[in-house]
């Protein structure tokens, strides 16, 4: 059963343009949420989280919005560029608790 | 400093052989993570410890599965028989109460 979900398995958009990644929870207990990027051949590393006590968290081009009611997260990158082609994970976790989950991914293509 | 060193790499091995693939952790984080990457299922937590104690390893998925953590700079994850539907990348992480810091993965196939 997947608790973190993110339904779709692959985007591509245009450089410059937005890219919007989406992931659904399913635990109302998840009160910390973060994306991961991960290039070919290489470990996840830490782009972003946010906080249940916040629906947005900015960081230059990516913006994280949470939206407890309808337990959704999305990931925007303004403007997107080719270096953001990379696969991205988002992952939740309770109180208490290192643990992450984690979703299956989605493969971001940024196109020149 | 290294980030978390993970070996080997790559590992090809036959059915029924038993792998073992290593970790070292960032040095003075308390946490430590190992996770399997497959397609279907994205990152799986497989095991986590805390201060050198497995603390959760209900994602660990068959007896053939063992881990530990002797000290706090060194874990082991073997498979003992591997099977081919062992074939995935596995991750090690560490961390110190906060952000996972993952290494460069194991790509392990079982034939």
């Known amino acids: 059963d997947q608790q973190v979900k993110q339904n779709s398995p692959s985007l591509s958009v245009q450089e410059g343009r937005i890219s919007i990644l989406n992931c659904d929870y399913t635990?109302?207990?998840?009160?910390?949420f973060l994306w991961y990027k991960k290039y070919p051949a290489e470990g996840p590393t830490f782009l972003i989280s946010i906080s249940s006590i916040k629906d947005k968290n900015e960081d230059g081009r990516f913006t994280v919005f949470l939206n407890k009611s309808a337990k959704h997260l999305s990931l925007h990158i303004v403007p997107s560029q080719p270096g953001d082609s990379a696969v991205y994970f988002c992952a939740a976790s309770s109180p208490g608790t290192y643990k992450y989950i984690f979703g299956t991914g989605t493969r971001l293509k940024v196109l020149a | 400093d290294a980030g978390v060193i993970q070996s080997p790499r790559h590992e090809v091995t036959e059915m029924g052989q038993e792998v073992t693939l290593r970790c070292k952790p960032i040095?003075?984080?308390?946490?430590l993570f190992w996770y399997r990457q497959t397609m279907m299922r994205g990152l799986e937590l497989l095991i986590y410890?805390?201060?050198?104690?497995?603390?959760?390893d209900s994602g660990m998925p068959e007896d053939r599965f063992s881990a530990k953590m002797p000290n706090a700079s060194f874990s082991t994850l073997k498979i003992q028989p591997s099977e081919p539907r062992d074939s995935a990348v596995y991750f090690c992480?560490?961390?110190?109460?906060?952000?996972?810091?993952f290494g460069p993965g194991t790509r392990l196939t079982v034939l």
């Open positions: 635990n109302s207990m998840f009160d910390y």
């Open positions: 040095s003075g984080h308390n946490s």
């Open positions: 410890f805390n201060n050198n104690v497995p603390i959760d």
């Open positions: 992480a560490s961390s110190l109460m906060g952000e996972q810091f």
